[in-house]
């Protein structure tokens, strides 16, 4: 589970070209016009195609109720300078109660290193803010493009296996990753204890980080 400074709609995470915010209503045009893409949807097993009338409106309100109780740490992909949201990184907790990370890009900005940006920030926050020794991914083995961001992020590739997928009416041949919390700090730097937040005891209100 996330913790507190994660289930309000003010956190946000900033990088050097992008905010990652939580999705609000008037999202919903964009996310629609990426998730409509059959070449976004066919690299997942959650987005249908086509895409319903009113599915981005539901979308934006299932992962606002995961978000705010701590399940997930779902956001929106927001380009700095067009203020356009152009997709979504998300970690959610699986089975195994490890966080895996997913992410969903506009074609059109494919092959300009968002998806690593994005992706390398919630890494970062997965490990600054919570205790989990490591985290999960999985993608369609004839994926390329999101091997290799994985890849360059220090997961390493497990075991292959193809489930049925219904949304896709379709067996995909997937592989899963393991990224350790101790090799992603041998090579990033990154947190290798999580944060331990505390309320301010100085009368100052709580205050969220951006």
């Not at 915010?21 to 976004?40: G, Q, T």
Request: some cysteine.
């Amino acid at each position: 589970m996330f913790p507190d400074i994660t289930r309000d709609d003010v956190f946000r995470i900033e990088t050097p070209r992008l905010w990652l915010r939580w999705p609000e209503r008037r999202d919903c045009a964009a996310i629609r016009a990426y998730a409509s893409c059959f070449a976004v949807a066919d690299m997942t097993s959650s987005v249908p195609h086509p895409y319903p009338e009113g599915e981005a409106e539901r979308f934006v309100a299932q992962v606002r109720a995961s978000n705010s109780v701590g399940k997930t740490l779902e956001l929106v992909i927001e380009h700095k300078s067009s203020r356009h949201v152009i997709g979504t990184v998300l970690v959610r907790f699986g089975q195994d109660q490890r966080p895996y990370i997913g992410y969903a890009l506009h074609p059109d900005f494919w092959g300009q290193g968002y998806a690593s940006e994005a992706a390398k920030a919630l890494v970062d926050a997965v490990f600054l803010l919570t205790e989990t020794d490591a985290m999960t991914a999985t993608a369609r083995s004839d994926n390329a493009a999101s091997h290799h961001v994985l890849t360059k992020l220090g997961f390493v590739a497990q075991a292959e296996r193809a489930p049925f997928v219904p949304v896709r009416n379709a067996v995909h041949v997937l592989t899963d990753y393991l990224l350790r919390r101790a090799d992603y700090h041998a090579a990033y730097g990154g947190a290798m204890h999580p944060l331990t937040w505390e309320l301010p005891t100085n009368g100052l209100e709580w205050a969220g980080a951006a």
